[in-house]
């Protein structure tokens, strides 16, 4: 039976790799191998970094040339010159350049780089500056169930699955069972390793269920991110922007008498030092913190995509050189140990967004007792001076 499950997960492990390498090799060497040179390889990596607004899963052309997509449309929904604009994105035909144009309610939207504009009334076709910018369009506000929206509400239905079953065995008193089982020492890491001493004993229970939420939803979206799913949600900076002002939300709102006093006007500093320093502490307060967290996210997630995906284009860039055979092998060898090394990244990086948001909470909340402390450092010195003397 161990063997069994060993190979199953040999099995899985390997299907994971093997997978994105073939739906990536099905989508470049669709339409006469349109994806073989570096300049192309560079630009599909960068497209496949961005939110779309088709799920699709990979393409391929058959055997008459005609380009195939795999995968569904889904809606957009736009605030035009008109109102309210609604249409499913498949009557955008998978284009992304602005040559297929969608007329709805007497209005013209195209779409260029995922981005969809109106066009002036009255245009029948899209101009395009020297920088291929739209010239007779204007963006619009687009409030679309993107592919990473999808992926953002099948986590978190998961995630509420999986935990309200775990939240009812703890009711009942019985063990986890089934997945809960994974769960569990996650929830008691979580509790005891990030969230009990950071925040401190006398408030972690109130800000453990968000740090619990933001953990594991980080990193079930960052192994999504590594299936061939194609999910990029972590890698959206919109994303991780929102995450870091949530943080910010629950630390600014929750910080006490004595993290105000600290902040804008901090004791034992000279007067006119402490507007100085009140305007420091403010920007890091405010700006520089969550900076940090949703740039780190963001960062290393895309980071990460970018390497696996150009190693993966090594089957396609170095084909003439190295052989068919040669280029995907190495191709399929390096994936593979970078694959290992993005499992341990999507976990490091969840583990750092919490830690982060829990320290910047337990610095809001934390008590200062300031004649104690003095009293104790003056106590300090006095054992030390006595054991010199």
Not at 48 to 71: A, C, I, Q
Not at 191 to 217: A, W
Not at 308 to 332: E, H, P, Q, R, Y
Not at 367 to 376: P, Q, Y
């Amino acid at each position: 039976m161990k063997i069994f499950q060993q190979s199953f997960r040999s099995f899985v492990l390997a299907i994971l790799v093997i997978l994105p390498t073939t739906i990536f090799a099905n989508i470049a060497e669709g339409d006469g191998g349109r994806v073989s040179t570096k300049q192309e390889v560079e630009g599909y990596i960068l497209h496949h970094l961005k939110d779309s607004h088709d799920f699709n899963l990979f393409s391929y052309t058959d055997d008459s040339g005609e380009r195939k997509h795999v995968g569904f449309p889904l809606p957009v929904i736009l605030w035009s010159s008109e109102g309210l604009v609604t249409f499913m994105s498949s009557e955008f035909h998978h284009d992304d350049n602005g040559e297929v144009i969608v007329e709805k309610n007497g209005l013209k939207f195209t779409k260029i780089h995922s981005k969809i504009y109106e066009l002036e009334k009255g245009a029948t076709a899209v101009n395009f500056d020297a920088d291929h910018h739209a010239t007779n369009g204007t963006k619009l506000l687009d409030f679309s169930i993107t592919k990473s929206v999808v992926g953002i509400l099948l986590i978190g239905l998961l995630m509420l699955f999986w935990f309200s079953r775990l939240a009812n065995q703890y009711k009942k008193k019985q063990i986890p069972t089934g997945f809960g089982r994974v769960l569990e020492p996650l929830v008691l890491y979580v509790r005891d390793e990030i969230s009990r001493p950071n925040v401190g004993e006398k408030h972690y229970r109130k800000f453990t269920g968000y740090l619990l939420t933001v953990f594991f939803f980080i990193w079930i979206l960052n192994m999504a991110g590594l299936t061939p799913l194609g999910f990029n949600v972590t890698g959206q900076l919109a994303v991780t922007a929102c995450l870091a002002i949530f943080t910010l939300v629950i630390y600014t709102i929750s910080g006490n008498k004595d993290y105000w006093m600290h902040i804008l006007w901090m004791p034992g500093v000279p007067i006119f030092v402490k507007p100085i320093l009140a305007v420091i502490e403010l920007v890091g307060a405010f700006i520089i913190k969550p900076f940090s967290l949703l740039v780190r996210l963001f960062a290393n997630i895309s980071a990460g995509h970018i390497v696996l995906m150009s190693l993966i284009a090594i089957m396609f860039t170095l084909k003439d050189s190295l052989g068919v055979a040669g280029a995907t092998g190495l191709s399929f060898v390096l994936s593979f140990f970078l694959l290992l090394i993005e499992l341990l990244v999507a976990f490091l990086q969840a583990y750092i967004f919490t830690m982060l948001s829990a320290l910047f909470i337990g610095m809001a909340v934390a008590e200062h007792d300031h004649g104690h402390d003095l009293e104790r450092e003056t106590a300090d010195v006095e054992d030390v001076r006595g054991d010199f003397i």
